[in-house]
């Protein structure tokens, strides 16, 4: 085990990472969103309770239906990307804790008898593993573009019917085209945003 990234992986993945506004005309295969996925699954959650769930918006008609539901500013975004994923949680996450958290059998009843327990669980949990998501995405190469202005219901209805899932956010991946950055923002300091007690 090495004992820090060093400088290079840190501007890769933090410090020179930007969020993209366009997108160079490079698909990225299935195999590479498979390798996504496999990363960024050991990333921790509550109770190993894992209620991310993830479509991949890949085709040229499922991004039109999701850019028809985006804010008129993210449509060409979301178009022009070669994948978007829309990040879900499942607040019903705990029907599968006896699988994956199995050292505890009596768990899932706490979430099935308290449903807004399980939804607060969920979308805390599934939106750390949203950041773990553009953290592996980062780290394999790929730029992110994260979104959060589109229609939550009709994106629920048009991609997650029939499911107990609920959208979060969207992240169009890829490469991004340099021409398509803002000047980088400014953020706070530590001691603007920190205390240590």
């Known amino acids: 085990m090495i004992d820090r990234l060093d400088d290079p ?25 498979r390798e ?6 050991w990333g921790p959650t509550s109770a190993n309770g894992f209620p991310i769930r993830i479509v991949f918006a890949q085709s040229t008609e499922s991004k039109a239906r999701l850019a028809g539901v985006a804010m008129e500013s993210n449509r060409k975004k979301i178009q022009q990307a070669p994948v978007t994923a829309i990040l879900a949680y499942d607040p019903r996450f705990w029907t599968h804790m006896h699988q994956l958290f199995p050292q505890s059998p009596g768990m899932p009843k706490m ?14 949990n599934g939106t750390l593993q949203g950041a773990y998501f553009l953290i592996a995405a ?12 589109f229609d ?8 997650l019917n029939g499911t107990s899932y609920r959208s979060n956010f969207i992240c169009s991946i890829g490469f991004g085209d340099p021409a398509g950055l803002f000047p980088r923002l ?10 240590v007690v």
């Open 152 to 159: 939550n219901a009709a994106v629920d209805r048009l991609f």
């Open 111 to 124: 979430f099935e008898g308290d449903s807004q327990l399980a939804e607060t669980t969920a979308f805390r």
């Open 36 to 41: 996504l996925y496999d990363l960024m699954k």
């Open 9 to 33: 992986a840190l501007d890769l993945l933090f410090r020179e990472a930007r969020s993209q506004n366009a997108w160079l005309d490079r698909p990225v295969p299935e195999v590479v969103l």
């Open 186 to 195: 400014p953020r706070p300091e530590f001691d603007d945003v920190c205390t």
């Open 138 to 149: 980062r780290s394999l190469g790929l730029d992110c573009g994260p979104m959060s202005g």
